[in-house]
């Protein structure tokens, strides 16, 4: 184990050694963090140590139950609890549940989710409780590792992921800043992927979709796990996505011209996600390359592409009190856009230059480290720190906001929370403090008061949250001033066993969003960012999941009502809902188990009318309305088909052949520009899993 150290150690004073003395200062703070505990894994008998170190947000194990009738989560906290008594509002998705459905792609399954749709803005973008979350408020994280770009925050991961490889999905509809920083004010997703409890597991898949014009998607994915008698365990996942943005052409676009996008919206995604530890060392690196052909944005090309290596590892240090660091490098291209188009004349002419200020190669070297202390059996009490130094420039001739071609900003955060436990309720309550480079410092309160009785639950939750202002939004801020989103959030959860089978819930919320920062389009074609003031929403979610021996039915409801805007957001002549995002959604999820090697899974989904602005350009008086969408799917799965441990899918989309839009949730130049959502897709996957 000390030659693992040594060897990661001596890594790290190499890249030091190259590097100017601010980051220097950086590299010499994580190597000692590493030094610090080598002889202590010597020292100590683990043979006592306390469960809850078992889950928390950087280790993504299966988890076991803490109650057999009903599943644990951690992306809500620092210690594993059940989902009745998380102090969030949380939705778990399993492996299990995204099979059965026959999810063609990761929007599918985020739009069952109460409160999540989608949106548009170069491509499809998720919306929280009506709420643009796109910009650096949703986290999203596979295995623990941060996928938001440091640029612009954004979170996009449409035909990025390999679904078959997911072992379950756990959300957090509402604020996670007190816990994950400065890109979780609305929302988290943390995705976490299969893991093995013992001996080997090997698969595959493919799956292709066939459209009225011809060939929508052909994937493949790829997964190997391992886990020995002496404490390694390992995976490894790949998976490549060839598909396409839609199949349905319309005339539109940034030209507004005739799109092909049957032809030319090519998608091609590759993911590998290697995994591995050995008792209290785990190692996680994950790689994706994404290419996207834009016929909407006057045939641009676009490329994503990022590199993700974390280490962590734990300490016990007595039978009460454990440490947890984690060590993370990501290098990132987030947006690389060639073959950029001119605007048109309508809109001023000259070259679209808001796509070529994506064009940068970053970096965030990250450590974290923090202390659970079991203070009481019934009280515990957790603290750490956590910094960051990001650096971003440009991959051509272009200069920030301040001139330069290269950029580093640095962040230094420190968190503390107590979870106390009693027969009456179960209390959270914490807070964190960042200071971003010449940001002013943020403070963020949490507190979460839940119990869960026999039959009911209930959960009072406020969260104070932020959204550090990203580099592009330091940069390019109007007059070179620009300050954090503040979030504010209110929520109320009951829930009724109305018997073991059947789980009912109700929630309510309430966001205050101030200081928010939107995007300026200004006339030569590029952009600023600026505080506009406050915006929100408030609204209810209801769930109700049904589970026997033949399978399940999950209904879900979102109402949604804009409660603040400014009229950079707001809607002509609409003053309820925002662009892109309807009111009112009803979701029915099931899955009937037809024979021990049928089941049959149908899916609904209902939304209401959508808004945008008509037209910027010729028309910034009136309002644009979509019609209400219904979308149908259906999805069997023949297990041991032909053979033992091969499972046959059959399943289709939209099958109403509906014509959906994504519609743009901003109101700037970029509202111009919506997408037709796909046509009626038909779908057949195999997947092979063997075990020993």
């Not at 399954?109 to 919306?127: K, S």
Request: hydrophobic share 40%; with cysteine; charged share 20%.
């Amino acid at each position: 184990m000390k030659s693992v150290f040594s060897i990661i150690n001596l890594h790290l004073y190499n890249i030091a050694f190259h590097l100017p003395e601010k980051k220097k200062s950086y590299i010499i703070f994580l190597v000692c963090l590493l030094l610090q505990p080598i002889n202590t894994f010597a020292q100590l008998d683990t043979t006592k140590v306390l469960n809850f170190y078992k889950s928390n947000i950087e280790e993504t194990t299966n988890l076991p139950r803490l109650n057999k009738s009903e599943p644990s989560v951690s992306v809500a906290g620092f210690t594993q609890t059940t989902l009745r008594e998380s102090p969030s509002i949380v939705t778990l998705i399993t492996g299990e549940e995204i099979r059965a459905m026959g999810a063609k792609d990761i929007l599918d399954v985020l739009r069952l989710v109460p409160g999540f749709d989608i949106a548009f803005d170069v491509q499809p973008a998720i919306m929280v409780r009506g709420n643009g979350g796109s910009e650096a408020k949703i986290l999203l994280q596979i295995d623990g590792q941060n996928l938001n770009d440091i640029s612009f925050g954004y979170s996009y991961i449409g035909q990025r992921i390999p679904l078959q490889t997911i072992d379950r999905i756990e959300i957090i509809r509402g604020a996670g800043s007190a816990i994950y920083g400065g890109m979780a004010g609305l929302a988290v997703i943390n995705i976490i992927t299969k893991k093995v409890k013992a001996g080997q597991v090997l698969g595959a898949s493919a799956q292709i979709g066939v459209t009225q014009n011809g060939l929508m998607r052909d994937n493949l994915e790829f997964w190997a796990l391992q886990k020995y008698n002496n404490g390694i365990e390992f995976s490894l996942i790949a998976g490549r996505n060839n598909g396409k943005m839609t199949d349905v052409n319309y005339v539109g676009g940034l030209q507004n011209n005739f799109v092909d996008n049957q032809r030319f919206s090519a998608i091609t995604s590759d993911m590998i996600n290697f995994n591995f530890s050995y008792k209290k060392l785990s190692i996680n690196i994950l790689y994706n390359n994404y290419d996207n052909r834009l016929p909407h944005l006057g045939d641009a090309k676009l490329n994503i592409k990022g590199l993700w290596s974390t280490l962590n590892y734990r300490i016990d240090i007595s039978d009460k009190m454990v440490l947890h660091t984690n060590v993370n490098v990501k290098q990132q291209n987030p947006y690389n856009f060639t073959d950029i188009p001119d605007r048109p004349i309508t809109a001023g002419g000259g070259k679209l230059f808001v796509l070529e200020k994506s064009n940068t190669e970053d970096r965030r070297l990250a450590a974290r480290s923090y202390l659970l202390y079991q203070f009481l059996p019934k009280v515990t009490l957790i603290g750490g720190i956590e910094t960051f130094l990001d650096d971003s420039k440009y991959q051509a001739d272009r200069v920030f906001g301040d001139g330069r071609r290269r950029v580093s900003y640095s962040n230094l955060g420190a968190f503390a929370e107590a979870n106390i436990q009693s027969k009456f309720a179960n209390l959270t309550v914490g807070a964190r403090v960042d200071k971003y480079t010449n940001i002013k410092p943020v403070i963020v309160p949490r507190l979460a008061i839940t119990k869960a009785f026999e039959k009911v639950h209930f959960k009072a939750l406020y969260n104070e949250a932020f959204k550090t202002p990203t580099i592009q939004n330091i940069q390019f801020a109007v007059n070179q001033s620009i300050q954090p989103e503040r979030f504010q959030l209110i929520e109320f959860e009951v829930g009724y066993k109305l018997f073991n089978d059947l789980q009912l819930n109700a929630n309510i919320y309430n966001i205050l969003i101030k200081d928010f920062i939107v995007r300026e389009d200004i006339i030569t074609g590029d952009v600023q960012y600026k505080n506009i003031g406050n915006s929100g929403t408030q609204g209810i979610e209801v769930e109700a999941r049904y589970r026997k021996k033949w399978g399940y039915i999950n209904f879900g409801y979102a109402f949604y009502r804009v409660s603040e805007t400014q009229p950079n957001q707001k809607l002509p002549l609409v003053s309820q809902v925002f662009s892109g995002t309807p009111a009112q959604k009803a979701t029915l999820q099931a899955s009937f188990q037809v024979s021990p090697m049928i089941s049959l899974s149908p899916t609904i989904l209902y939304t209401t009318n959508k808004f945008k602005i008509a037209s910027i350009l010729f028309n910034p008086t009136d309002s644009k309305e979509y019609a209400p969408e219904t979308l149908i799917n259906f999805n069997i799965n023949f297990k041991n088909f032909l053979v033992k441990n091969l499972t046959l899918s059959v399943g289709g989309y939209n099958l109403l052949n509906q014509a959906h839009w994504y519609v743009p949730w901003k109101i700037d130049f970029s509202s111009e520009i919506e997408l037709p959502a796909q046509s009626r897709e038909f779908l057949l996957r195999l997947m092979y899993e063997f075990s020993n």
